[in-house]
């Protein structure tokens, strides 16, 4: 089963930040949360991931909680290309859960 | 440098028939991940293999598939006497290293059709 909860669904407005939540409640001291996106249906592309620093590169910012049983996925400028299915995994093992459909607006 | 490939990309059996998937993982990763996505649903993992060795292998189905990684050569996820349900997507990822801090880097899949 996924280790991660994540909504279901959630719409941004272009230009808008986009901040998609994850909870890991039972995430253990040395397990990274990594975040993937899979646009319609290619392959999933790998974002970002952290293990209890914030990090940033130049696709996103990951913001995670001090006790590190939550993060956000944070698209600074959404753009219509960013609508895809956000994945938070927690690693030891990638088992994807259903993930976060976000709808990009024009 | 090229990325993680897979072929072919659409693949269409008959019910009985055998289906051979290949992956050739990124130049410099010896590590390589089969998952299987059904439509509408999450990837779900299957097998994850080093070079010559299955490391992992309790996402496959008991029976009917198996997976190898040669020394030579690319990654094979074969299914024998397919069955429709095993239409979906099959996607092939690789890394480097193996650990917490190896990010996965995903193949554009293939997708199974078996009539």
């Known amino acids: 089963d996924a280790k991660t909860t994540q909504p279901p669904s959630m719409d941004c407005a272009e230009g808008r930040a986009a901040n998609l939540p994850c909870n890991h409640s039972t995430i253990s001291g040395n397990e990274y949360v990594y975040w993937y996106r899979q646009i319609h249906s290619q392959g999933p592309q790998y974002i970002i991931h952290g293990l209890k620093n914030n990090e940033t590169n130049e696709m996103a910012s990951l913001i995670i909680t001090e006790d590190r049983k939550s993060s956000t996925l944070i698209l600074p400028h959404a753009t219509l290309r960013d609508t895809a299915v956000y994945y938070c995994i927690v690693i030891d093992k990638y088992i994807f859960g259903t993930g976060t459909r976000l709808k990009v607006l024009a | 440098n090229a990325g993680v490939m897979q072929n072919p990309r659409h693949l269409v059996r008959r019910r009985g028939q055998e289906a051979r998937l290949r992956c050739s993982p990124m130049k410099g990763h010896s590590h390589v991940y089969w998952y299987r996505q059904l439509p509408e649903e999450g990837l779900k993992f299957m097998v994850y293999l080093q070079k010559e060795n299955i490391i992992d292998e309790s996402g496959m189905p008991k029976e009917r598939f198996s997976a190898e990684f040669p020394k030579e050569g690319p990654s094979i996820l074969r299914i024998q006497q397919v069955v429709r349900g095993d239409s979906a997507a099959y996607f092939c990822?690789?890394?480097?290293?193996?650990?917490?801090?190896?990010?996965?880097?995903f193949g554009p899949g293939t997708r199974l059709t078996v009539l």
């Open positions: 990822a690789s890394s480097r290293g193996t650990g917490a801090n190896h990010e996965q880097f």
